[in-house]
């Protein structure tokens, strides 16, 4: 990969620290949260999920499937990891954009994974390609087109969505080389190199080395469905670097991405656009699937 010129370094160790530190970058973190948890539980009213499917063998290794109601089957699935630095936060609080998806035609998968440092990155890399290999296997008794998968991340779920598309992993799997047909990364970290000596890494424990390898910008297809990037106006410049690196890196490869206005939008409140059937970003993701909002 050649070099973005982009700093994801900054001057100063101190400065990383305040650069990558989302929390901080709110003035309410834990109102940011429980706006998630009270998105999802409306949705859950209105949206009967399957939830705790076993996608693995680990007591985290499940996923909940908000279907549509409509027979319009089998329907694309956009699949959404949530976010938490790797180490919180859970799939319950996560689908606050089935109820706008399924009204739409399109099915919701909200994945939970290994929490770190119980898990490795790598084991939680391999967790999410899991559940994307058993979703393609078991799609179609639910209704949903395994041709027809999309994934979709917030924060270090921007991350691994970044990773689903990643190449080589699928022949591992015994899936198809394009079983992602298209990303959303919301607020990703895509070169993890910069958070080796920073506070992240007393739970991630990378090595450089390590850290390069489980990095998107370091992990382009050749090929690959559309890429729908998004970061937040108010959030700091180091995630906002992050994706303009992990842009022009993927556009450098010959690759299409979409990057899509967000300047109201903190690291925390840019996923629940997604709530919101008008939403740009919303449409943009809706359109990539084949959609329109319902």
Known sequence: MHDTGIDLFFPTIAEREVQYNARESVEDFDACVRRYAESSARVKTRRPGLLDLRYGMGQDERLDLFLPAASRAPAPLFVFIHGGYWRAQTKEDAPVMAEAFNAAGAAVAALEYTLVPEATLGEVVREVRS??????????????????????????????????????????????????????????????????????????????????????????????????????????????NQTAAFEAAWNAAGLASTRIPTPHCNHFDLVNELEDPDSDLTRATLAMMGLAAG
């Not at 999309?150 to 992993?169: E, I, N």
């Not at 990364?185 to 990378?206: E, H, K």
């Not at 390898?213 to 959030?235: K, T, Y």
Request: with cysteine; glycine share 12%; charged share 15%.
């Open 131 to 240: 559940a994307l290999a058993w979703l393609y296997r078991n799609a179609a008794a639910y209704g949903v087109d395994p041709d027809r998968l999309y994934v979709g991340g917030s924060s270090a779920g921007g991350h691994l969505a970044a990773m689903l598309a990643a190449p080589g992993w699928p022949a591992r799997y015994g899936v198809p080389a394009d079983i992602v047909k298209g990303t959303l990364a919301l607020s990703g970290l895509f070169d993890l190199r910069p958070l080796c000596d920073i506070l992240p890494n007393t739970w991630l424990q990378l090595t450089p080395a390590q850290a390069a390898h489980q990095s998107p910008i370091f992990n382009l297809p050749e090929q690959a469905g559309p890429m729908l990037l998004a970061v937040g106006g108010r959030e700091t410049q180091g995630f906002k």
